[in-house]
């Protein structure tokens, strides 16, 4: 695969308001503040890792992304995509309409691209593409930003991935049993029980060259979906492992290279397995360095192939441990995390539904937040 830079960064998550907020407060070793929903048929509330109330609507939000990504001036973007990466969409438009007037009518419904649309038209991007491949949408969406611009398609990519409270999700999840209810979001433990869903909106530029302080490159990646099951991946980690062994391939590097792997660790029970068996199978009895991100900032859905690439590329000198490294099913550590600037990262992102997507990514030195 044609090395792709991660020119420019933004993000706006449970853990701070932009990138270099959330950084601060994963070295400072602080948890987000959760607040949370009801589920309607137990009549139990669970955890929710939101962002910051600050009045924006989402499109504001958006907007405020895309200023931070492109900078003050960004100048025409006619040989820029824009490829917007999400499970929840205007989902949460929609619920707000329904409810205000006394429920769902045709009429309500919108197309599927009218976010990126928009954006489109208001940025003057010379096209748009959503994808929506659950929680791969982010990754996906840089993979496929990688390989368009490797075609010479276009000059850029700009790849916008949120998630937004939305009670089909919360709802969803609590009624699969897969939402934490002691709100202890523990990845890869044996009593692990659940996941705690969270909000983000996260955007990065992508190109051929690496412009004025990139932030990383994408070395490769594959994506795969697994179709043994309607709703998850084989437990024995096989599909897992084939992905990840895919993506090592198309850098050009093979597993004893790969300086850290960050999970995709949802605290699930048939995910982890999958995830531990296929790390298993890759690595062997010699595992390089792990590390998990979702307790920092909640499960984002969509956008988590982005959220937490952007959050581990900038955080290598000081990745947080878990107070529960004893009991893991996986080695993970208890104390922070310090690999080289330069090590290769292996980063994993499954989806429910079985799409399988791993990235093999490498901070620049000249990266900034």
């Not at 917007?84 to 438009?93: Q, R």
């Not at 990688?146 to 999700?169: K, M």
């Not at 302080?213 to 492992?241: M, Q, V, W, Y």
């Not at 690999?339 to 093999?360: E, M, P, R, T």
Request: proline share 5%; charged share 20%.
């Amino acid at each position: 695969m044609t090395p792709i830079y991660l020119q420019r960064g933004a993000l706006h998550s449970a853990l701070g308001t932009d990138l270099h907020a959330a950084s601060a407060a994963l070295q400072a070793g602080q948890l987000p503040v959760s607040s949370s929903f009801q589920l309607h048929e137990l009549q139990q509330p669970r955890p929710y890792l939101a962002v910051s109330r600050s009045g924006e609507s989402r499109q504001q939000r958006c907007d405020r992304l895309l200023g931070e990504t492109l900078g003050e001036q960004p100048g025409a973007l006619d040989d820029c995509l824009l490829i917007i990466a999400s499970t929840s969409l205007d989902i949460d438009d929609l619920e707000q309409l329904i409810a205000a007037e006394g429920g769902f009518r045709p009429e309500h419904s919108t197309s599927l691209d009218l976010l990126a649309e928009d954006l489109r038209q208001r940025w003057g991007f010379a096209d748009a593409f959503t994808l929506n491949t659950a929680c791969t949408s982010a990754a996906n969406g840089l993979l496929y930003g990688a390989r368009i611009l490797a075609a010479g398609l276009y000059e850029r990519v700009l790849v916008l991935a949120f998630e937004t409270p939305s009670a089909i999700a919360q709802q969803g999840f609590g009624a699969l049993d897969l939402t934490s209810p002691s709100g202890a979001y523990r990845p890869f433990h044996p009593e692990r029980d659940g996941l705690i869903l969270g909000e983000a909106y996260a955007a990065t530029l992508l190109a051929r060259e690496p412009g004025e302080a990139p932030l990383a490159k994408l070395l490769g990646g594959f994506s795969a979906c697994d179709t043994s099951n309607l709703t998850t991946t084989r437990e024995d980690g096989s599909h897992i492992d084939w992905v990840m062994r895919e993506a090592l391939r198309s850098a050009g590097v093979d597993a004893g290279q790969i300086g850290l792997v960050k999970l995709h660790g949802t605290a699930t029970g048939a995910n982890d397995r999958a995830e531990s068996n296929g790390v298993r199978l890759l690595f062997g009895d010699t595992l390089p360095p792990l590390c998990v991100l979702k307790p920092r900032l909640g499960h984002t859905l969509g956008a988590c192939g982005l959220s937490e690439t952007l959050l581990l590329v900038e955080n290598l000198a000081n990745l947080p441990g878990v107070d529960y490294a004893a009991e893991a099913v996986l080695p993970l550590s208890a104390e922070p995390t310090r690999v080289a600037a330069d090590s290769l990262l292996l980063a994993n992102f499954f989806g429910f539904g079985g799409n399988n997507a791993s990235l093999v990514l490498q901070r620049c030195a000249e990266s900034q937040v």
